[in-house]
């Protein structure tokens, strides 16, 4: 099992639409977690760090539940340009390295 | 004016050959990292290293090794290349904030390997 998991899409919404992600890990011992985004043929983007008290920046909002151990991804108004790859990510602090899930596609369509 | 680059953007090679990927930050960071992305577009960490200490994957081949001549470069060497080291090579750079453990990470724009 990966630790990091997440559905790999494509996400296919119509501009204006909520379209939700979630992704689920493994270890326990992972202490911060984080959305990156990664457009197609660029380097992956800090979009957001989520915490446990969830936290939400203009139409995105990120939740964690420890208890489930999973991520979500909300984002709201759905613009043409949120077209991307999100890659849910765990950092844990005695490995001082991120690990990434495989990313979900998401298009948004006119 | 660039974060994190990386040089060369593409690098095509013959199987067999020793390549060298280079890695400069300008963000006065403590950490920097190299990542291989596959065609499936899974991100792996390949290294973690500071002035301190190298972190390695424990599934990375050592034909490949990290090479920090300063806190700002990070380059990755990589001896007798194979068919599937082909990927994208991403190196990284971060602030590790101990205190609350958290920490964000810049990408370079990757470097495009194919191995012939």
């Known amino acids: 099992r990966k630790e990091v998991e997440q559905d790999p899409g494509p996400f296919n919404v119509p501009e204006g639409a909520t379209v939700a992600f979630n992704c689920t890990y493994s270890?326990?011992?992972?202490?911060?977690f984080f959305w990156y985004r990664q457009d197609c043929r660029k380097e992956p983007k800090l979009l957001m760090s989520?915490?446990?008290s969830g936290n939400e920046d203009g139409r995105f909002t990120a939740q964690l539940n420890r208890a489930s151990q999973y991520i979500s991804l909300l984002i709201r108004d759905s613009k043409l340009s949120d077209s991307a790859t999100y890659l849910c990510?765990?950092?844990?602090?005695?490995?001082?390295?991120?690990?990434f899930g495989g990313g979900t596609r998401l298009m948004v369509k006119p | 004016d660039t974060a994190v680059s990386q040089t060369p953007k593409y690098l095509v090679t013959q199987m067999g050959n020793d390549k060298s990927i280079k890695c400069e930050q300008n963000?006065?960071?403590?950490?920097m990292y190299w990542y291989k992305q596959d065609s499936k577009k899974f991100l792996k960490i390949m290294f973690s290293?500071?002035?301190?200490?190298?972190?390695i994957n424990e599934t990375v081949p050592n034909r490949f090794s990290p090479k920090s001549p300063d806190k700002a470069h990070l380059n990755l060497h990589i001896n007798s290349l194979e068919l599937g080291d082909s990927a994208v090579y991403f190196c990284?750079?971060?602030?590790?904030?101990?205190?609350?453990?958290?920490?964000?990470?810049?990408f370079g724009p990757g470097t495009r390997l194919l191995v012939l």
């Open positions: 990284a750079s971060s602030q590790v904030l101990t205190a609350l453990g958290q920490e964000t990470q810049y």
């Open positions: 270890n326990s011992a992972s202490q911060s």
């Open positions: 989520v915490y446990s």
């Open positions: 990510v765990g950092f844990n602090n005695a490995g001082n390295m991120l690990t």
């Open positions: 963000l006065g960071h403590d950490t």
């Open positions: 290293y500071n002035n301190k200490e190298l972190i």
